[in-house]
């Protein structure tokens, strides 16, 4: 049995972000299914472990942490002694938190009801004027990253870091949902690429559920 143990269901996009990290690390780890249809992650017991109720949670012989991105920090700051993944450098480091806080901040809260709505909400009970307000927000939002694109190879920088990992699950999202989408050079050569590292493969480009 594997010291880490992840709880979490594999569709949710904040599970995807740790199982990659941990494909990226080659660690070997346990799941164990929660959250949605699965239930578990508000038991009282999950709850005693992670007061939010949400997955992903981890138990890394006895250490428990939850939250996506302090878990993929983690487990890089651990098991990442070459700081690929999150640079040893303070400053390129520091870029990293950056486009890490900038997509919890900015670009999921656009894209989840996007997703949402989409995927998870009945045809019949979809707002579709509200969800063109959100494509439109979400385009305003992905020209800031074709931006950054445009100067670096990867989100952060030279290098792919966890910064690439989250933005990319989002545009996973975002080039396979029902939408009308404006041409993104950068973003669409960086996610080509990006979409061949093992890891997304195997974690995080099912179809979308």
Known sequence: ???????????????????????????????????????????????????????????????ILWESHAIMRYLARKHDHQGALAPQDPQKDALVDQWLDWYNT????????????????????????????????????????????GKAVYVSGAQFTLADIPLALLAFRWFNLPLERPSFPNLSKWYEEIAKRPGFQKYSSGPLT
């Open 1 to 63: 049995m594997s010291e880490l143990v992840i709880w979490g269901r594999t569709n949710s996009i904040n599970v995807q972000k740790v199982l990659w990290t941990c494909a990226e690390l080659e660690l070997a780890f346990e799941r164990i299914d929660a959250g949605l249809q699965f239930g578990v992650n508000k038991t009282p017991e999950y709850m005693q472990n992670n007061p939010n109720g949400l997955v992903p949670l981890i138990n890394d012989g006895g250490f």
């Open 106 to 149: 900015v670009a999921w809260p656009a894209m989840k009801p996007l997703f949402w709505g989409w995927v998870r909400t009945p045809a019949e009970q979809r707002n579709l004027d509200e969800l063109e307000k959100a494509r439109l927000q979400m385009v305003l939002i992905l020209e800031m990253l074709e931006k950054q694109l």
